[in-house]
């Protein structure tokens, strides 16, 4: 079984659009991440939720909104896409805002 | 945090041992050493962390000198799936809420038949 899942894994889409991508976690953790990696590899935080509270939100555009309907879930919505969001996204999960994070394995975001 | 400093490739003969370095001089009495890493294509990987000790698990050791100044990740017996980019990331391990990572340049290890 997959820790944490996301979908879709490829995404491409136009410039304009909104979007959003999906990430499950089976592990039982309370807390769930957010990551971009840009085309230099780059990994950066986006935001953290604990027990479905916004915890960290890093200097995001607000076209980017994470919501998180119960423990296990976060999704990210990013409404007018532009071509700098073309990145690939990681969602990740920890126990108690814990040292090991657990990954998913990315969605890779295009937009032409 | 404390910046980290990682040479950013190295080579590695398969079956051989893999010391991966890093430098974190301006490290902190409270801040923890920890290594991730990402094979291709792949999502980051938790591999081992530490405060002062050396540590060991099934996946690598990690060596920390005694002034904390820098570390060392061994991989014991390196096999190609071992080819990635390793992360050495120095944090404060808050049990509060900002328990985040942030991610450097990393090494790229890659490891030869």
């Known amino acids: 079984d997959t820790a944490v899942s996301q979908t879709p894994k490829y995404l491409v889409t136009q410039m304009g659009n909104d979007k959003s991508i999906k990430c499950e976690q089976n592990l039982g953790h309370d807390t769930m991440y957010w990551y971009k990696q840009d085309s230099k590899k780059f990994l950066k935080i986006m935001f953290s939720?604990?027990?479905?509270?916004?915890?960290i939100n890093e200097t995001v555009p607000n076209r980017f909104s994470p919501k998180s309907p119960d423990k296990a879930h976060l999704n990210l919505h990013i409404n007018s896409l532009e071509l700098g969001d073309s990145a690939v996204y990681f969602c990740?999960?920890?126990?108690?805002?814990?040292?090991?994070?657990?990954f998913g394995p990315g969605t890779r975001l295009t937009v032409t | 945090d404390a910046k980290t400093t990682q040479p950013p490739s190295m080579d590695c003969a398969e079956g051989r041992a893999a010391n991966l370095p890093c430098n974190h001089s301006?490290?902190?009495?409270?801040?923890?050493v920890y290594w991730y890493r990402q094979i291709h294509s792949q999502g980051p990987q938790y591999i081992i962390h530490g405060l002062k000790n050396n540590e060991t698990n099934e996946m690598a050791s990690l060596i920390i000198t005694e002034d904390r100044k820098s570390s060392t990740l061994i991989l014991p017996h390196a096999t190609l799936r071992d080819t990635a980019v390793y992360y050495c990331?120095?944090?404060?391990?808050?049990?509060?809420?900002?328990?985040?990572?942030?991610f450097g340049t990393g090494t790229l290890l890659a490891v030869q038949p």
């Open positions: 939720y604990n027990n479905k509270e916004l915890i």
């Open positions: 301006t490290i902190s009495g409270n801040e923890y």
């Open positions: 990331i120095v944090r404060v391990y808050r049990g509060g809420a900002t328990n985040k990572l942030i």
């Open positions: 990740a999960s920890s126990q108690d805002m814990g040292i090991q994070q657990y």
